[in-house]
């Protein structure tokens, strides 16, 4: 069985042939839910999900491309979840290469770890018009376009490499040989490192790392969800020599469509959950939110996990380095128990002072996304530290590095204090490492935030980077607000909304959703009798799940309908039709929405 041809493979060919065919022309921002949109997720198969593709933006385009032909996109292309979907319905279409100014970081990752070549040129995109005729020579890193040349930037030789293999999966089935890291050797550490930099040396067997080096890791847990799960599933029985490395690292989690939706999804996690059966595999279904659970239940300091899920990063509250992978690397790494990762530069934030009453940890992550942008910290570690971070609860230290992956991180983390410590021992765990950037360590930049100035935020549709003042929204029309998701579904946060509805009603005409994030958040909300209040008041409390957050199961929101919601995004369609909005904000100002019937804030009711 011929094995898939990579970006190598095309290098090798260039004396032959050169790839030429047509431009489909896409601008910035364009997310993973546009590219795929999560109704389609659960499909048994990419070739059933391939129809879909760009249905929001272009619904002619998966009719209309043929193989050869190009995704030419402006910056920060594929931003959004880790869904390896999203390249792949590219590749199954038979696009021969994207071509962007730049590149979200998981999906980049995923598009090479699959074998699509993705190519960043500056210039290109602003130059050229959809239709036109593009021949791309990879060899010499040249697109011609109407007579014009372009250079375009050639991959890192780690990538190269995977990608003359054919691929992660083809490297498995052709047992191939690692190929060498970057210039990365064991030895006394010669400069200082920050927090990513000694969690990478640590899980890569070294003593120094330095960004920009890629090294192989040794990965201490691995996350799955029923987003991916079923795919992973079938690429591993298609393996030559299907193994589980450590299967007492892996841990799977049904919580995006549950109970299922549909005859489709309840084949795929059944799937997952007769896989799990068989191979002995921590298994949790109707638990949670995966990030949650994995809180709740497993995460400690020091570890790198990877989660086949994009918010990870979430995991960096406990000073472990969590990040988001496609389902191809989370294969790799479960059957070889290790992977490649190119060490990110960190963007340090250094809190002072503390959030005033009214204010949340949301509002100030919000409030650093619009500042530093939607690629604002792409392939970087986003780290916090200071004195402003010991007044900051775990429920808001995990909002905070969810969040991280809205701004391009690939991971955030924070350093481990008492009240990470006193987290730790009321779940009965220990560290594996407690890390504190060195005094010389290199940042890339520092930002010094007083929290006292951070006041409530909302993030307009259609991007997390919009965002404004909650005041500079207020009386915009909603007909749903949601509470729930792995950001904002602690306990924590219905203590919030409860004390602002309790003794009030739900707007008429107005749908409020209240999902705890979790079993144990609902048996303590029940118990506090906060379930209570948000009934009284006409809420609908649901199951723990991710619910509207990934807009394909509960809650979805029709044409022209507006949601108020604390999840993590509000991508175009991102919560139901495509022509649909989604404000973000916290959870005081999510409820005060859901009384008033518009966007206000918690003083107005």
């Keep these: 069985q011929p094995r898939s041809r990579g970006l190598g493979d095309v290098y090798k ?8 065919g047509r431009i489909f022309k896409f601008d910035k921002d364009v997310d993973t839910d546009q590219i795929i949109a999560s109704q389609y997720l659960l499909f048994p198969t990419i070739d059933e ?7 929001s933006l272009d619904s002619d385009f998966a009719s209309a491309v043929k193989p050869g032909d190009f995704v030419v996109a402006d910056d920060n292309f594929g931003c959004g979840s880790s869904r390896e979907q999203a390249p792949s319905v590219l590749k199954a279409l038979g696009v021969k290469a994207v071509i962007a100014k730049s590149f979200a970081r998981i999906f980049y990752r995923n598009a090479i770890n699959i074998g699509l070549p993705v190519i960043v040129c500056k210039e290109l995109h602003d130059e050229v018009n959809a ?33 003359n293999q054919g691929g992660l999966i083809a490297s498995l089935n052709d047992e191939a040989e690692e190929s060498e890291s970057a210039a990365v050797t064991a030895g006394e550490a010669k400069h200082g490192m920050t927090i ?11 003593s120094q790392v330095k960004a920009g080096d890629i090294a192989t890791v040794t990965l201490d847990r691995l996350m799955s969800n029923d987003g991916t799960t079923h795919l992973t599933i079938g690429m591993y029985e298609k393996l030559k020599n299907p193994h589980i490395a450590d299967k007492d690292k892996l841990v799977w989690i049904v919580d995006h469509n549950i109970p299922s939706d549909s005859p489709k999804t309840a084949a795929s996690q059944k799937k997952m959950r007769d896989f799990a059966k068989a191979n002995d595999i921590k298994f949790y279904e109707g638990e949670g939110v995966c990030h949650q659970v994995m809180m709740e239940n497993h995460v400690v300091p020091g570890e790198l996990i990877f989660g086949a899920d994009s918010h990870t990063c979430a995991y960096g ?24 990762v190119m060490v990110p530069g960190t963007l340090r934030f250094n809190l002072k002072g503390k959030l005033n009453d009214g204010v949340y940890a949301r509002d100030l992550i919000l409030s650093i996304i619009g500042k ?6 792409n392939y970087k570690a986003m780290e916090f530290a200071g004195e402003g971070l010991h007044s900051l609860s775990m429920a808001d230290r995990i909002s905070i590095c969810n969040l991280c992956v809205e701004a391009g991180a690939k991971t955030a983390l924070m350093e481990v204090d008492d009240v990470a410590m006193d987290y730790l021992k009321e779940h009965g765990r220990e560290p594996k490492a407690c890390f504190t950037s060195d005094d010389d360590a290199v940042f890339e930049q520092v930002y010094d935030i007083d929290l006292s100035t951070i006041q409530p935020i909302v993030a307009k549709p259609h991007f997390v980077d919009n965002v404004v003042p909650a005041k500079e929204s207020l009386g915009v029309k909603i007909d749903e607000a949601f509470l729930g998701s792995c950001n904002n579904g602690r306990i924590e946060d219905l203590r919030v909304g409860a004390a ?37 008041a006409g809420a ?38 495509k022509d649909s909005f989604v404000y973000l904000a916290s959870a005081a100002t999510v409820t005060a929405s859901a009384i008033k019937g518009e966007i206000a804030t918690a003083d107005m009711v």
């Design 317 to 340: 509250a406990l000073g472990a380095f969590g990040t988001g992978v496609g389902c191809t690397d989370y294969l790799y790494a479960m059957v070889t128990g290790t992977s490649w």
């Design 131 to 163: 239709g036109d005729e593009c021949e791309l020579s990879l060899e010499d890193g040249i697109i011609t376009v109407n007579g014009k040349t372009y250079t375009c930037t050639k991959l890192p030789a780690k990538m190269q490499a995977i990608l």
């Design 500 to 536: 602002i509805i309790k003794g009030k009603k739900v707007a008429p005409k107005v749908r409020f959703l209240v999902v705890p994030a979790s079993r144990s958040v609902y048996l303590q909300a029940m118990k506090e009798g906060l379930l209570d209040i948000f009934m009284d």
């Design 13 to 20: 060919r260039q004396d032959k042939e050169k790839t030429m």
């Design 49 to 55: 999900m391939k129809s879909h593709t760009f249905e």
């Design 540 to 577: 609908i409390v649901m199951n723990p799940n991710c619910s509207v957050c990934w807009g394909s199961c509960q809650g979805v929101i029709g044409e022209g309908e507006t949601l108020i919601s604390t999840g993590t995004r509000n991508f175009k369609g991102r919560a139901g039709h």
């Design 372 to 377: 530093i942008g939607a690629n604002g910290a």
């Design 196 to 206: 990513a930099e000694k969690i990478i040396a640590r899980a890569a067997g070294l």
